[in-house]
């Protein structure tokens, strides 16, 4: 069977993530199969691939254009592909071949804040729709999503699997002493410091943080909170509320940080505090987790299902609560090492090899399922 991935979007900071862990664990895991990758022009290492049996097409093609429409199955055609998989949405509407897509969820539907533009939503919806019904078998992250899926697309169960997406290895503790003190260093952070990682959404609920870390300096609480992630299109607006709370000096906006630098800030941190309000599946607790950092969480959408008993819960609307949970990390020693045990145990329910085996075998079904309705 000859497997192609969809591989565009791979230098993006979160589905890139994902699509490079799919794809390298699939390789690795089902090695008789040929393989092709169709990357961006400027991405041909992105995947680590030795195997003969992998072909890459680095291709100009834009996302959500006309052009995928015409060059994306003309290229199928081109290779003889027998299974297409999408780790994204958007998919060739007249595919040559079966469709497996990865639908991590529908943020853009439940959270309409996010894609202000209705025209924007419209063609979200629609390629979604058109997704469910063209693709013979659909992925998704979590329980969550998957339910959320239904409900807003009306969608066929039996065509949705849940299939857990892994940890990435380059998250695990660092306790290199020169390597974090040069990363602390580059960011100008110096004292203890609560950490949370993300774009800037409202739905990520930055602001409730914020309150909730008011609220844990009133209460004698002693640190700076970091926040990590572009938030270049809220970056104003955290400023000038962490002003307004008057904590401005005690918070750290680091912006974009790369690959190498994130482990070493999430193994140095106190705590890692997750209020977001929606979430398809949550990779930053895992990685928080992976780190050996104890977690604070919201239990909203997706988040204690993925976190699971590893996290302690609060309610991301309520400041005093909020606070109250990140302060018992900071003081209870035996809550933090429990919390660190268990996020180690949680993070082994989250491997790529489980994710490539579920990938895999929903590829054999739909090149086995091929019919009129599947791939016409």
């Known amino acids: 069977m000859k497997i192609a991935f969809d591989l565009r979007r791979i230098k993006n900071p979160g589905i890139g993530r994902y699509m490079k862990g799919l794809a390298e664990a699939v390789l690795a895991q089902a090695p008789e199969h040929e393989y092709l990758l169709v990357l961006p022009q400027d991405a041909a290492d992105a995947i680590a691939a030795r195997e003969a049996r992998v072909e890459k097409v680095c291709a100009t093609i834009a996302y959500y254009s006309l052009r995928e429409q015409v060059q994306l199955p003309r290229i199928?055609?081109?290779?003889?592909?027998?299974?297409?998989?999408?780790?994204?949405?958007?998919?060739?509407?007249?595919?040559?071949?079966?469709?497996?897509?990865?639908?991590?969820?529908?943020?853009?539907?439940?959270?309409?804040?996010?894609l202000p533009s209705r025209i924007g939503?419209?063609?979200?919806?629609?390629?979604?729709?058109?997704?469910?019904?063209?693709?013979?078998?659909?992925?998704?992250?979590?329980?969550?999503?998957?339910?959320?899926?239904?409900?807003?697309?009306?969608?066929?169960?039996?065509?949705?699997?849940v299939v857990y997406p892994g940890?990435?290895?380059?998250?695990?503790?660092?306790?290199?002493?020169?390597?974090?003190?040069?990363v602390l260093s580059r960011y100008g952070i110096a004292d203890d410091y609560i950490l949370y990682t993300g774009i800037y959404k409202l739905r990520k609920n930055h602001a409730g943080l914020l309150r909730?870390?008011?609220?844990?300096?009133?209460?004698?609480?002693?640190?700076?909170?970091?926040?990590?992630?572009?938030?270049d299109e809220g970056a104003a607006a955290l400023r000038r509320q962490a002003q307004e709370l008057g904590v401005a000096e005690q918070?750290?906006?680091?912006?974009?940080?790369?690959?190498?630098?994130?482990?070493?800030?999430?193994?140095?941190?106190?705590?890692?505090?997750?209020?977001?309000?929606?979430?398809?599946?949550g990779f930053t607790v895992l990685e928080a987790m992976a780190c050996g950092i104890p977690v604070v969480c919201s239990a909203e959408t997706s988040l204690s299902e993925v976190a699971g008993k590893a996290a302690l819960y609060a309610d991301p609307r309520n400041a005093q609560e909020f606070a109250a949970?990140?302060?018992?990390?900071?003081?209870?020693?035996?809550?933090?090492?429990?919390?660190?045990?268990?996020?180690?145990?949680?993070?082994?329910?989250?491997?790529?090899?489980?994710?490539?085996?579920n990938a895999v075998a929903a590829y054999r079904y739909a090149a086995g399922a091929c019919g009129e309705a599947v791939c016409a």
């Open 325 to 357: 949970a990140i302060d018992r990390v900071f003081r209870d020693a035996e809550l933090r090492r429990d919390l660190v045990d268990k996020g180690a145990a949680n993070c082994l329910r989250f491997r790529w090899e489980n994710t490539a085996r």
């Open 251 to 281: 918070v750290v906006l680091a912006g974009f940080v790369p690959e190498q630098d994130l482990a070493a800030l999430y193994s140095a941190a106190r705590v890692y505090a997750c209020p977001s309000l929606y979430e398809g599946f």
């Open 167 to 182: 940890v990435d290895p380059v998250f695990r503790r660092i306790t290199d002493a020169r390597r974090i003190g040069a």
């Open 121 to 161: 939503r419209m063609y979200y919806r629609g390629m979604m729709a058109a997704a469910m019904r063209r693709a013979a078998r659909v992925l998704t992250d979590s329980e969550f999503s998957k339910r959320d899926i239904i409900r807003h697309l009306n969608a066929d169960p039996a065509k949705i699997e």
């Open 76 to 114: 199928l055609r081109q290779y003889g592909v027998d299974v297409l998989h999408s780790p994204h949405f958007n998919l060739p509407l007249a595919c040559p071949c079966p469709l497996v897509v990865t639908i991590h969820d529908v943020i853009y539907l439940a959270c309409k804040q996010d």
């Open 212 to 231: 909730a870390f008011r609220e844990f300096l009133s209460n004698g609480g002693r640190a700076k909170l970091v926040i990590a992630g572009p938030v």
